[in-house]
């Protein structure tokens, strides 16, 4: 009797060791299948990127009356890069200071502000339009349409914005509501 409870001690141990090692092959096997389909994944040139010092990532879009913006036709001012929503009340917050800032310091400080609607996020044009209608909103607003900007600048929590230089590359990343002192701050200690 003894012997065949260890027998079968033995055999059991032996099918659990065997189901714990095709598991751990499978999960390697998952592991690097997913390394292997991330290889596709096109990088940013070496000197792009969203950290300090490098040069913020270019796009284009159309602005909400029809103009091509590109990040890069902006060189030599310095841009406050803003991702916002009609929906989002810190959005509706930083808003006015935004356009006082704008009508008030941009020009004199050679700033310019492209404020992106997260076109994919919002509730349509006609809110949209209302919403820049109600802040007389003068400042360029290109359309992410296709919610690839947003993603490209990890605006994930909105309002998210950029300081990028003179130079195009990235000073500050701001998350949450600016007010018009955070804007002046911000720009008087880039280039």
Known sequence: MKKILGLSLVGILIILLAVGIVQRNAAEKQATDRLNEGSAVEFLPTDEGLAKGETAPDFELTTLDGQTARLSDYKGKKVILNFWATWCPPCRAEMPDMQEYYEEQAEKENVEILAVNLTTEDRGMDKINAFTEEFSLTFPIPMDTEGEIGELYQAAAIPTSY???????????????MNKQMMEDFIENME
Request: overall charge neutral; cysteine-free; aromatic content about 0%.
């Open 163 to 177: 300081m990028i230089d003179t130079e195009g590359r990235v000073q500050n990343k701001i998350v949450g509501p």
